[in-house]
C-alpha cells in the first residue's frame, strides 16, 4: 500500500491499528454517552480515520463525527490497548485546518462558510489577551441590558448564530475591582525552595485574575521565588487542541523563548487546558521530519528545546504535591468549614493524570469537606472551544454536569480549568432552581486557608455568570 500524503510515515495507520474494537472505550465516551452513536466513539472515530487513511474520500457525515469528539481524552486510559487515540483525533483535526498542499486531495470536505468564519473570529480573538479585554465593556454592557437573555430565547439567533449565542451564554462577568499587573518577580517568604515561573494565561489572566494572584500568594507562601516574564503570550493550547498546528508551533516557540529568558527552575501552569498543551509541545517539534526527507537541523533544535521545555512544566497542584513530599508543606493552614464538590478536568485527570494531588491538597485543608459529583470522569462540555462550535452537545453535557453537581448540595464547586468553571456555571444557572453554588478555582481555596479567609468569601461570591431567569431555559428550535 502507498504512503498517503497525510501520513507519509506511516506512524498514523500504526497508531490506528494498535484498537482492537474492544469496546472499553464506549461507556467512556461522552458523545457516545449522548447519542449511542457507533461513528461518535472513539473506535467508531478510529474506523473513519483508517478509511481516509486508506484514500476513501470522507464525507460530509463523516467529517461531522469526527468534529463531534470532545477531545477529552476519557478514553485514553481506558483502552486496555494503549491506543494513543489523543494523537490520532490530534491529527484527524489538522486535516480540516491545515490540509495537505499540491495536488494531494483534501481529506475532509470544506466547513460551511459560517463555522469557518465563527473559527476565524475565536482564534483571531481568545488567543490574544488584549483583545479580550477590548470586549469586557460591551459584554457587560450586554449582561446589564439583558440583551444576552433576549438573544437566548430568540429562535432567529439560535438558528443563524448559534456560536455567537453559546458564547455569550458562559460568557463570564468581568472581574470587579482593581486588578494592577502581578509584579514580574515576588520574592519567597523564608528560605528558597525553588525559582518558578508562572504561565498567566489568556482566558485566566483577562477573565480570572484572582486565580493569578492566588497563585502568587500560595507558591511565595510555601517558599518560591515567583518569576512572572512580562511579555509572555498564549500557550498555543486551543490551537493545538484545534488542529491548528502550525499556529501552535509559532505560540509554542515564543511560549518557550519566554521561559528560557527568564531563567527558572519549573514553569508552573494553574490551567489545565494549558498545561496539558505544553507538555504535548514535543509532538509540535518532532526531532526527525517523515516521509524520508534529510533531517532539518533547526528543526533537531526546536525538538530539543521543546523537549527540555515540556520537562520543566508542571501544573500547579502537581508542584505543590512535589513541594509536600520534599519537606512537607510550609505554611500553616487555616480551618475552613465548607463542603465543596470537585469537578476533575479532563486535560488535568485524562491527559495529564493528574487526579490524586488535587484531592490531596484539597484533603489537607482543616473543615474542608471534599465530595465527588457522581459522574466525577465525565467531560462537562466545554472542552475547549468545543461548547461554543457545537453548542446542543456541550448544552447537553453540561446539563448533566450541573444535575451531577447540584445532587451533591454543596455550596461550593472547585475546578481547576477556566474553561469548566465557565462551562459548569452556566449550565448551574440555567438548571433554575435558585442561586448555583459559587466556583472557584483550587489554588484560590488553598489561598483562603492560608491567610484564614471567612469560608463567605469563596462561598458569598456572586453568581458567575447572567444566565435566563429560573424557570425560563433557553428555546429549543
Known amino acids: 500500500m502507498s504512503a498517503s500524503p497525510i501520513d507519509p510515515s506511516g506512524e498514523l495507520r500504526a497508531l490506528a491499528s494498535d484498537c482492537v474494537h474492544c469496546g472499553f472505550c464506549l461507556p467512556a465516551c461522552p458523545t457516545y454517552q449522548l447519542w449511542g452513536e457507533e461513528m461518535d466513539s472513539p473506535r467508531g472515530r478510529i474506523h473513519l480515520m483508517t478509511q481516509i487513511l486508506d484514500g476513501a474520500v470522507a464525507s460530509e457525515t463523516a467529517a461531522t463525527h469526527l468534529d463531534r469528539c470532545l477531545g477529552c481524552m476519557a478514553c485514553v486510559p481506558a483502552c486496555p490497548s494503549g491506543v494513543q487515540y489523543d494523537r490520532l483525533i490530534g491529527a484527524a483535526r489538522t486535516w480540516a485546518e491545515e490540509p495537505p498542499g499540491g495536488a494531494a486531495p483534501a481529506p475532509l470536505p470544506p466547513r460551511s462558510l459560517r463555522a469557518r468564519a465563527a473559527r476565524a473570529a475565536i482564534f483571531a480573538t481568545f488567543p490574544y489577551p488584549r483583545r479580550l479585554r477590548l470586549l469586557t465593556r460591551p459584554l457587560r454592557a450586554a449582561q446589564r441590558t439583558g440583551m444576552i437573555r433576549r438573544l437566548e430565547r430568540s429562535r432567529l439567533a439560535a438558528r443563524f448564530a448559534p456560536e455567537l449565542v453559546a458564547s455569550l451564554r458562559v460568557a463570564p462577568s468581568p472581574p470587579r475591582g482593581r486588578h494592577p499587573a502581578l509584579a514580574r518577580r515576588v520574592p519567597a517568604q523564608g528560605p528558597r525552595r525553588a525559582v518558578a515561573g508562572l504561565l498567566t494565561g489568556c482566558v485566566q489572566q483577562v477573565f480570572f485574575p484572582g486565580v493569578n494572584e492566588a497563585t502568587v500568594r500560595v507558591l511565595a507562601a510555601e517558599g518560591c521565588d515567583v518569576v512572572i516574564p512580562r ?29 528560557e529568558d527568564a531563567g527558572v527552575d519549573v514553569v508552573l501552569v494553574n490551567s489545565a487546558g494549558c498545561g496539558s498543551a505544553m507538555k504535548e509541545y514535543t509532538h509540535l517539534f518532532p526531532a526527525a521530519p517523515s516521509g524520508g526527507k534529510d533531517p532539518d537541523p533547526e528543526a533537531a533544535e526546536w525538538a530539543r528545546r521543546a523537549g527540555r521545555f515540556t520537562s520543566s512544566v508542571r501544573d500547579l497542584s502537581e508542584f505543590l504535591a512535589e513541594l509536600a513530599a520534599d519537606g512537607g508543606p510550609r505554611a500553616v493552614r487555616h480551618p475552613l468549614p465548607v463542603t465543596a464538590v470537585y469537578h476533575e478536568a479532563c486535560h488535568l485527570g485524562h491527559a495529564q493524570g493528574i487526579r490524586r494531588q488535587p484531592r490531596a491538597l484539597l484533603g489537607a485543608i482543616p473543615g474542608l469537606e471534599l465530595v465527588e459529583p457522581a459522574d466525577p470522569g465525565t467531560c462537562c462540555g466545554s472542552a475547549g472551544v468545543y461548547n461554543l462550535l457545537q453548542p446542543e452537545a456541550a448544552g447537553e453535557l453540561g446539563a448533566r454536569k450541573a444535575a451531577s453537581v447540584l445532587a451533591t448540595g454543596a455550596p461550593l464547586v472547585i ?63
Do not use: K, Y
Not at 498546528?245 to 518557550?256: G, V
Open 415 to 477: 475546578s481547576a480549568n477556566p474553561g469548566c468553571s465557565l462551562q459548569i456555571s452556566a449550565a448551574m444557572a440555567a438548571a433554575g432552581t435558585g442561586t448555583p453554588p459559587a466556583m472557584a478555582h483550587i489554588v484560590e481555596v488553598l489561598d483562603a486557608s492560608l491567610r484564614g479567609l471567612p469560608v463567605s468569601d469563596l462561598t458569598g461570591r456572586p453568581a458567575a455568570v447572567p444566565g435566563p431567569p429560573p424557570g425560563d431555559p433557553p428555546p429549543t428550535s
Open 231 to 259: 511579555h509572555q503570550g498564549c500557550c498555543g493550547a486551543l490551537s493545538l487542541h484545534s488542529g491548528r498546528a502550525t499556529e501552535a508551533a509559532r505560540f509554542a516557540r515564543q511560549t518557550i523563548s519566554t521561559f
